[in-house]
């Protein structure tokens, strides 16, 4: 019954632990199952900065090697886990035509509002943002503070804006890949931008396109590891 609800979801939120090797393994028979074959899906991802969409057009039209692939996109520098982890969501999206969706904000930027909060950038690089990003979510900041154990040394107001500025951009260029190519977006971002429907899914990017575009029978839907491992296990 899952995968048939979700088939029916314009947009579809799954939370990734990005070490996790089931999850990942989870992830990729949740492509799979969404992607049909309509040829209208796409899978976001978290890790890169949509600055590097060109590569991942590159490799999705079979014009990059993986080495060329891994190079183009600074694996290491822009993910940090280990490849062979995504390696089969890569290969399967471009074996079968499902474009990949950059999301992410620049790293740059990410870093800096990290140290010095929104104010600290330039009006050009204020620019390269969502004109809205909300601050004031109490539940979501809440929700990012049980997260702060993991982030020993960071400064928690201003990485809270980061954190923000990370949900705000991925949840605006989701809506903007879905306004001009319309179909449906399966977003693979880190568990904390997506669990209680906070994050990504509660962001005013995400509101305005469920207003837009969205008809009756379709929905915006957040799933975790554990209800796919007892979908899928069952």
């Given at each position: 019954?899952?995968w048939?609800?979700?088939?029916?979801?314009?947009?579809?939120?799954?939370?990734?632990t990005?070490?996790?090797?089931?999850?990942?393994?989870?992830?990729?028979?949740?492509?799979?199952q969404?992607?049909g074959?309509?040829?209208d899906?796409?899978?976001?991802?978290?890790?890169?900065?949509?600055?590097?969409q060109?590569?991942?057009?590159?490799?999705?039209?079979?014009?990059l090697?993986?080495?060329?692939?891994?190079?183009?996109?600074?694996?290491?520098?822009?993910?940090?886990?280990?490849?062979?982890?995504?390696?089969?969501?890569?290969l399967?999206?471009?074996?079968?035509?499902?474009?990949?969706?950059?999301?992410?904000?620049?790293?740059?930027?990410?870093?800096?509002?990290?140290?010095?909060?929104?104010?600290?950038?330039?009006?050009?690089?204020?620019?390269?943002?969502?004109a809205?990003?909300?601050?004031?979510d109490?539940?979501?900041?809440?929700?990012?503070?049980?997260?702060?154990?993991?982030?020993?040394?960071?400064?928690?107001?201003?990485?809270?804006?980061?954190f923000c500025v990370?949900?705000?951009?991925?949840?605006?260029r989701g809506?903007?890949?879905?306004?001009?190519?319309?179909?449906?977006?399966?977003?693979?971002?880190?568990?904390?931008?997506?669990r209680?429907r906070?994050?990504?899914?509660?962001?005013?990017?995400?509101?305005?396109?469920?207003?837009?575009?969205?008809?009756?029978?379709?929905?915006?839907?957040?799933?975790?590891?554990?209800?796919?491992?007892?979908?899928?296990?069952?």
């Amino acid at each position: 019954a899952l995968w048939a609800d979700l088939r029916k979801a314009t947009v579809v939120h799954f939370a990734d632990t990005h070490d996790h090797v089931r999850g990942h393994a989870l992830e990729l028979e949740a492509v799979k199952q969404l992607a049909g074959d309509q040829g209208d899906f796409a899978v976001g991802l978290e890790m890169f900065p949509k600055s590097l969409q060109p590569i991942l057009d590159k490799w999705n039209a079979g014009e990059l090697s993986e080495w060329e692939f891994m190079e183009g996109v600074n694996w290491y520098k822009s993910c940090g886990f280990p490849y062979r982890l995504f390696r089969p969501i890569f290969l399967f999206c471009r074996e079968n035509k499902i474009p990949l969706v950059a999301l992410n904000a620049p790293p740059d930027i990410n870093r800096k509002v990290g140290r010095g909060g929104l104010k600290s950038l330039t009006d050009e690089e204020r620019a390269l943002l969502p004109a809205e990003i909300v601050l004031t979510d109490v539940e979501h900041r809440r929700h990012f503070e049980e997260t702060m154990p993991y982030h020993p040394g960071m400064r928690i107001d201003t990485f809270y804006e980061a954190f923000c500025v990370w949900d705000e951009t991925m949840a605006d260029r989701g809506a903007a890949w879905l306004k001009a190519h319309g179909g449906r977006l399966l977003f693979i971002a880190g568990s904390g931008h997506v669990r209680h429907r906070r994050g990504i899914p509660g962001q005013p990017a995400e509101d305005d396109h469920r207003q837009d575009t969205e008809e009756d029978s379709a929905a915006e839907v957040a799933v975790t590891i554990n209800e796919l491992r007892i979908t899928i296990d069952d």
